[in-house]
Protein backbone atom coordinates (compact mmCIF):
# COMPACT_ATOMS: atom_id res chain seq x y z
CA UNK A 1 0.00 0.00 0.00
CA UNK A 2 1.32 3.66 -1.04
CA UNK A 3 0.25 6.27 1.51
CA UNK A 4 1.25 10.00 0.87
CA UNK A 5 1.16 12.07 3.86
CA UNK A 6 0.82 15.88 3.60
CA UNK A 7 -0.53 19.03 5.49
CA UNK A 8 2.24 19.41 7.89
CA UNK A 9 3.51 23.71 8.40
CA UNK A 10 4.58 26.01 10.61
CA UNK A 11 2.00 27.46 13.10
CA UNK A 12 1.76 29.40 16.24
CA UNK A 13 0.61 27.88 19.52
CA UNK A 14 -3.16 27.84 19.27
CA UNK A 15 -3.44 27.50 15.38
CA UNK A 16 -4.95 24.38 13.21
CA UNK A 17 -3.69 21.79 10.91
CA UNK A 18 -5.01 19.15 8.96
CA UNK A 19 -3.02 16.28 7.92
CA UNK A 20 -3.74 14.11 5.02
CA UNK A 21 -3.04 10.72 4.13
CA UNK A 22 -4.15 9.56 0.69
CA UNK A 23 -3.82 5.81 -0.33
CA UNK A 24 -3.01 4.98 -3.47
CA UNK A 25 -4.81 1.86 -5.09
CA UNK A 26 -7.68 -0.10 -3.67
CA UNK A 27 -6.66 -1.25 -0.02
CA UNK A 28 -8.26 1.59 1.23
CA UNK A 29 -11.26 0.24 2.57
CA UNK A 30 -9.34 -3.03 4.07
CA UNK A 31 -7.14 -0.85 6.17
CA UNK A 32 -6.74 0.12 9.91
CA UNK A 33 -4.51 3.12 10.20
CA UNK A 34 -3.16 5.43 12.43
CA UNK A 35 -1.24 8.26 12.81
CA UNK A 36 2.07 8.48 14.63
CA UNK A 37 4.16 11.22 15.52
CA UNK A 38 8.01 11.36 16.39
CA UNK A 39 10.33 14.45 18.31
CA UNK A 40 13.45 15.26 18.10
CA UNK A 41 15.44 12.73 20.37
CA UNK A 42 12.37 11.19 21.38
CA UNK A 43 10.52 7.46 20.95
CA UNK A 44 7.82 6.99 18.12
CA UNK A 45 4.42 7.55 19.61
CA UNK A 46 0.52 6.78 18.58
CA UNK A 47 -1.45 10.09 18.14
CA UNK A 48 -4.81 8.40 16.91
CA UNK A 49 -5.66 5.35 15.31
CA UNK A 50 -9.29 4.39 13.51
CA UNK A 51 -10.42 1.27 12.39
CA UNK A 52 -11.60 -0.16 9.28
CA UNK A 53 -15.05 0.35 9.50
CA UNK A 54 -13.78 3.94 10.98
CA UNK A 55 -16.41 3.02 14.09
CA UNK A 56 -13.83 2.73 16.51
CA UNK A 57 -11.12 5.54 17.37
CA UNK A 58 -8.19 6.01 19.72
CA UNK A 59 -6.69 8.78 21.29
CA UNK A 60 -3.31 9.59 22.98
CA UNK A 61 -4.23 11.07 26.29
CA UNK A 62 -2.63 14.35 25.41
CA UNK A 63 -4.17 15.30 22.20
CA UNK A 64 -7.94 13.92 23.52
CA UNK A 65 -9.96 17.15 22.90
CA UNK A 66 -7.96 18.94 20.24
CA UNK A 67 -7.51 16.36 17.24
CA UNK A 68 -9.83 14.45 15.65
CA UNK A 69 -9.17 11.67 13.19
CA UNK A 70 -11.43 10.35 10.50
CA UNK A 71 -11.68 8.20 7.17
CA UNK A 72 -13.08 9.38 3.68
CA UNK A 73 -13.85 6.90 1.29
CA UNK A 74 -14.50 8.82 -1.34
CA UNK A 75 -11.47 10.06 -1.61
CA UNK A 76 -9.20 6.98 -0.16
CA UNK A 77 -8.12 9.70 2.68
CA UNK A 78 -7.34 9.50 6.58
CA UNK A 79 -7.66 13.31 8.12
CA UNK A 80 -6.05 14.13 11.40
CA UNK A 81 -7.65 17.95 11.98
CA UNK A 82 -5.13 19.15 14.83
CA UNK A 83 -6.91 22.48 16.75
CA UNK A 84 -5.50 24.01 19.76
CA UNK A 85 -1.57 23.04 18.90
CA UNK A 86 0.71 23.76 20.89
CA UNK A 87 5.05 23.35 21.06
CA UNK A 88 4.54 19.54 22.53
CA UNK A 89 2.83 18.73 19.55
CA UNK A 90 6.05 19.78 16.76
CA UNK A 91 7.08 16.44 15.27
CA UNK A 92 7.45 14.67 12.24
CA UNK A 93 3.83 12.95 11.79
CA UNK A 94 3.55 9.86 9.86
CA UNK A 95 0.35 7.87 9.11
CA UNK A 96 0.48 3.78 8.98
CA UNK A 97 -1.98 1.39 7.56
CA UNK A 98 -2.90 -2.31 8.02
CA UNK A 99 -4.73 -4.37 5.58
CA UNK A 100 -6.70 -6.35 7.88
CA UNK A 101 -9.88 -8.50 7.25
CA UNK A 102 -11.44 -7.85 10.69
CA UNK A 103 -13.71 -4.14 10.64
CA UNK A 104 -13.74 -3.47 14.67
CA UNK A 105 -10.09 -3.79 15.87
CA UNK A 106 -7.51 -0.84 15.58
CA UNK A 107 -3.66 -1.05 16.62
CA UNK A 108 -2.02 1.50 18.62
CA UNK A 109 1.83 -0.33 18.21
CA UNK A 110 3.82 0.35 15.21
CA UNK A 111 4.88 -3.24 14.58
CA UNK A 112 1.68 -3.56 14.15
CA UNK A 113 1.75 -1.67 10.80
CA UNK A 114 3.43 -2.98 7.79
CA UNK A 115 3.01 0.31 5.49
CA UNK A 116 4.08 3.83 6.01
CA UNK A 117 4.00 6.71 4.32
CA UNK A 118 7.10 9.52 4.59
CA UNK A 119 5.88 11.79 7.30
CA UNK A 120 5.05 15.64 7.31
CA UNK A 121 6.38 17.69 9.49
CA UNK A 122 4.28 19.75 11.99
CA UNK A 123 6.23 22.80 13.80
CA UNK A 124 4.19 24.90 16.43
CA UNK A 125 5.99 27.97 17.78
CA UNK A 126 5.12 29.34 20.98
Known amino acids: VQLQASGGGLVQAGDSLRLSCKFA????????VAWFRQAPEKEREVVAA????????YYTESVKGRFTISRDKDRNTVYLQMNKLKPEDTAVYYC????????????????????WGQGTLVTVSS
Open 96 to 115: AAKDTILTAPLYTDAISYRD
Open 25 to 32: GRYFSRSA
Open 50 to 57: ISRSGKDI
